[in-house]
């Protein structure tokens, strides 16, 4: 705006209004679940989240998705329907996702959908929206238990369900903000790391190849775990799905120079929770009363 300026005194008086006002927000969207809840213990969703509306995160998921199905189809990659690893993902799906709104509430209207793609990656994903996609080389590589692949989708699907996407899209844009404003210090008052790009802060950020913090990864290592339980699958296959990375990951470098904890990291963790989740996954598997065709 013409004839409009911030400088000095005033450039960072704003900047400290503006990181202590969203710092008063925090207390509210970050505070932990109460302990009466049954399952794992997380976090409420990042306040940075709501700076990206969810509508426009979940159609430029969508987008992106059909691009890559296209693309796969074009290749000769993409599973078809009768394709017995394709079934397999599916019914594991149709499991799962009963359970997903109890975490967001948006879930109710998504169009879940898994697909297969040829490809010797050891990968899987979830975009917003509950658009996923599995690679052979995971189910292939790992050689996956149906109990490890249930681990694998829930992991995905919590990244989508608490929105770590639109997360780390939302501190993009408030790091954005912080660079006009004046930068460091509102970066250091929100804990914002400043090398997140204007990239991230924009819904054309690349959905299924975002990576994640150690923070995000371990949250979902836990939500998923909680939700693969009320599925009915066992919680302790995240053990066995982790050692199994560690096999083919040798030569990884160590945890403090990753992102993602590592696995040790994270079957201590597993261990730790699966307290909280094997009454979830007992229940499950229990036979439904006068279910006739279980007695």
Not at 281 to 289: L, N, S
Request: proline share 5%; charged share 20%.
């Amino acid at each position: 705006m013409q004839g409009c300026s911030i400088t000095g005194k005033g450039a960072r008086r704003t900047v400290l209004q503006l990181g202590l006002s969203l710092l008063a927000a925090l207390p509210a969207a970050q505070t932990v679940q109460a302990q009466t809840r049954e399952g794992v213990q997380v976090g409420e969703s990042s306040v940075f989240a709501k700076m990206i509306p969810a509508d426009q995160v979940e159609r430029s998921a969508a987008l992106q998705y059909q691009q890559t199905l296209a693309q796969a189809t074009k290749q000769h990659a993409l599973g078809p329907a009768d394709h017995p690893q394709v079934q397999r993902l599916r019914t594991i799906m149709d499991k799962i996702t009963p359970f997903a709104s109890a975490w967001n509430p948006r879930a109710q209207q998504w169009k879940w959908e898994v697909n297969l793609i040829g490809s010797n990656q050891i990968n899987a994903y979830c975009m917003p929206g509950g658009k996923i996609a599995f690679y052979t080389g995971i189910l292939n590589k790992l050689q996956l238990t149906d109990d490890e692949v249930a681990m694998v989708m829930g992991h995905e699907i919590a990244h989508a369900l608490r929105e770590h996407a639109r997360e780390r899209m939302g501190k993009g844009q408030a790091t954005e903000l912080a660079a006009r404003l004046g930068g460091s210090l509102l970066s250091g008052l929100l804990g914002i790391d400043p090398r997140i790009g204007d990239a991230v802060a924009q819904t054309g950020a690349n959905l299924a190849s975002l990576k994640f913090g150690r923070e995000d990864e371990s949250e979902a290592d836990l939500v998923g775990m909680e939700l693969a339980a009320r599925a009915g699958y066992d919680p302790r296959a995240g053990v066995s799905l982790w050692q199994k990375m560690a096999a083919n990951n040798k030569g990884a470098p160590p945890e403090w120079l990753s992102t993602h904890p590592s696995g040790n990291t994270r079957i201590a963790e597993i261990e730790a929770n699966l307290a909280k989740v094997m009454p979830l996954y007992e229940r499950a598997r229990k036979p439904h009363a006068g279910d006739l065709s279980s007695q």
